[in-house]
């Protein structure tokens, strides 16, 4: 899964900075709750964000592959009709 490094890498550290600074704060276990917490949230809106942009780049790529044979067909028919036609 290409997202998932870079979602968990954010999570972990999103996680870890929230964490600490709620430890000092609020106490043990309120931070760990709140250090997991933003590591699920953070990893979760991190992966979806990367799901969709690779999915858009698929469907630009799938769009630019269906077009190649048109702009060589339209480049032959013009290229035919500047020859005369044979």
């Known amino acids: ?3 998932a490094r870079n979602s968990l890498m954010s999570g972990i550290a999103s996680g870890v ?3 600490v600074i709620r ?3 609020a106490g043990f276990l309120v931070g760990s709750h709140w250090a997991v917490g933003t ?3 953070v990893s979760l809106g991190t992966w979806t964000v990367c799901q969709k942009n690779i999915e858009v780049e ?3 790529i799938q769009k630019v592959v269906e077009e190649m044979p048109k702009r060589f067909i339209k480049q032959k028919d013009k290229a035919n009709d500047e020859s005369g036609g044979s």
């Open 23 to 25: 430890i000092m704060s």
């Open 17 to 19: 900075g929230v964490g």
């Open 1 to 3: 899964m290409p997202c």
């Open 58 to 60: 698929r469907r630009k």
């Open 39 to 41: 590591f699920m949230v």
